[in-house]
């Protein structure tokens, strides 16, 4: 087993990111006119560089008709993510330890292939490892999914890299040691006005960014030997190679260029359909520093819009937030959009109460009749990818309008996330098996939540007070930390308040929680 190159020494920090669902990789699959496969039976899911694998776990736990594998070559991360597994009792998981190419022969072919925070990172072997993966283990009519740091959204912070990395070379210690040196010397370089960060104020800005990440995250981020930003052109190209085409990207908005461009870029978007040549105008229009990319392996196009009714009918829409109201805008980086008019209204009142429709039931609804079907489907994936509406695996049920005093936490994985992680300083996610993704709570409501379903509702505020209070975790208020003791405790009745209010209707909405 070999890291070439890749930090080993110390552990990464454990995340989720929704973007690694197969729902969202099919939902933009489809989008994109490409049948992805089916996920109602069983599929196979493989993510490569797993890391602490909160993906792969959360993911199993909301999809348990599919089956997880993970890989990452750093025994420290394999062994938490077989706890979290033991734990879970996800018996669709498995872990291995193991460099991309050594991968065990029994692991077989699969339907999608993920990989986050990893091909930007690795030495070009590696990167051809991977490549080497995704052309013998994905499946005809698979889905590959590839994050990376992009150009040009980089080009004025590669100096940053550059200088940590060569000053940490320069210190003892482990790695966490060396980037924190390696970093208080960079905030001195721009204290004193190196012309660098006098010339380059967004680069200098960007330091403030870096001073607040948790050293582990910049260990694994900057002090690996081979770090790399690329063009989209040069990781399309790879991929094509390895015999993967080009499917669509995430955030959903991505895949509508009127959403990441500037009216007066919009000529050649209108005039030119060779997506690699918009996309790479596209990531200058909109400086992209970070890309998620989906390619497929012989996708299968859809051949009508009718296709998309026969073959992912089985995702479901909602309202994203349930304070929304019309008219809507969303600034997505470049573009301020807005959201009005009597269709996004009468979608709204059929998807209300954070109920979820499949797109035949909403193209059939009485309320609807008379639209044509083409319109309505437009006016969906524009509302999805405004973050106006959600996508769920399933359908989302209904709340009692009367929670009762006592609830419960159904799937043993979410329980021990609960268990070990609140009041840990960083958010959780805990897994629906009703949306198939993971639904992300700050740590101070994962205590609440742990608090309520242990202990109910009795005295609440004044446990999670307690707890907090023995954990060491400081409350903020307005970017400052709170000192005085009584004002914690308000903060936490309130916080207490709120999350019965808001946050736990959905918790239980989603089957997360159940009352
Ligand atoms: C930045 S971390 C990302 C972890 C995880 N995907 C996440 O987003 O939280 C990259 C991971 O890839 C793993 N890795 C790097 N090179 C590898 C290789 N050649 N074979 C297997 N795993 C590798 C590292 O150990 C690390 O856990």
Redesign the pocket.
């Known amino acids: 087993?070999?890291?070439?190159g890749?930090?080993?020494d110390v552990v990464?920090?454990?995340?989720f990111?929704p973007q690694m669902s197969p729902v969202a990789i099919r939902y933009v699959a489809a989008l994109n006119g490409v049948i992805p496969p089916q996920t109602a039976d069983s599929f196979r899911f493989l993510?490569?560089?797993?890391?602490?694998?909160?993906?792969l776990t959360t993911l199993a736990a909301a999809h348990p008709r599919g089956e997880f594998v993970g890989?990452?070559?750093?025994p420290d991360?394999t062994a938490a993510v077989a706890r979290d597994i033991a734990a879970g009792k996800l018996d669709n998981a498995r872990i291995i330890t193991?460099?991309?190419?050594h991968l065990p022969d029994d692991i077989g072919v699969f339907d999608f292939i993920a990989?986050?925070?990893?091909y930007s990172?690795?030495?070009p072997s590696?990167r051809d490892?991977i490549l080497a993966t995704a052309r013998e283990r994905l499946a005809p009519g698979g889905l590959l999914l590839v994050?990376y740091n992009a150009m040009p959204g980089w080009a004025h912070l590669q100096p940053i890299r550059g200088i940590l990395q060569q000053y940490a070379a320069l210190r003892t210690g482990d790695s966490a040691q060396r980037v924190r040196d390696a970093l208080a010397y960079v905030v001195f370089m721009r204290e004193k006005h190196a012309k660098y960060f006098e010339d380059n104020p967004r680069a200098a800005a960007y330091v403030d960014a870096l001073v607040k990440q948790d050293p582990r995250y910049l260990v694994?981020?900057y002090m690996?030997e081979h770090w790399t930003s690329f063009y989209f052109a040069e990781v399309a190209g790879a991929f094509g190679q390895a015999g993967l085409s080009f499917v669509g990207s995430l955030p959903v908005f991505t895949n509508f260029w009127d959403l990441c461009v500037r009216p007066e870029f919009q000529e050649l978007f209108r005039t030119t359909t060779n997506r690699l040549v918009t996309e790479a105008h596209k990531d200058f229009c909109a400086n992209t520093a970070f890309r998620w990319d989906i390619y497929g392996k012989s996708p299968q196009m859809m051949r009508s819009p009718d296709d998309r009714l026969r073959k992912v009918d089985d995702l479901h829409y909602r309202v994203a937030r349930s304070d929304v109201t019309l008219p809507y805008q969303a600034n997505l980086g470049v573009v301020t959009s807005t959201v009005q008019g009597p269709l996004y209204q009468s979608l709204l009142g059929l998807l209300s109460h954070g109920r979820s429709m499949q797109l035949s039931e909403i193209i059939a609804a009485d309320a609807l009749r008379g639209t044509p079907s083409a319109d309505l489907v437009r006016a969906i994936d524009a509302g999805v990818a405004m973050g106006l509406f959600d996508i769920t695996a399933g359908p989302v049920g209904d709340v009692p309008a009367t929670l009762p005093e006592s609830v419960s936490i159904a799937h043993p994985f979410n329980r021990s996330i609960l268990e070990t992680d609140s009041l840990g300083g960083r958010s959780l996610a805990l897994a629906s098996a009703l949306s198939g993704t993971g639904h992300t709570v700050g740590d101070l409501d994962a205590a609440i939540l742990h608090e309520l379903v242990e202990r109910g509702r009795d005295g609440l505020s004044s446990r999670v007070a307690t707890r907090l209070e023995a954990s060491g975790r400081t409350l903020q208020q307005n970017g400052q930390p709170v000192a005085d003791a009584s004002q914690r405790s308000q903060l936490v009745e309130e916080a207490c308040k709120a999350f019965i209010a808001t946050s736990l209707p959905e918790l239980v909405r989603l089957g997360i929680v159940t009352a």
């Not at 087993?1 to 070439?4: C, S």
């Not at 990464?12 to 995340?15: A, D, R, S």
Request: glycine content about 14%; some cysteine.
């Open positions: 087993m070999t890291a070439a890749y930090v080993t990464y920090v454990p995340g990111y993510e490569l560089g797993c890391g602490l694998g909160r993906c890989v990452d070559l750093n991360h193991a460099d991309f190419g990989l986050h925070g990893v990172w690795v030495a590696v490892q994050s694994h981020e690996n």
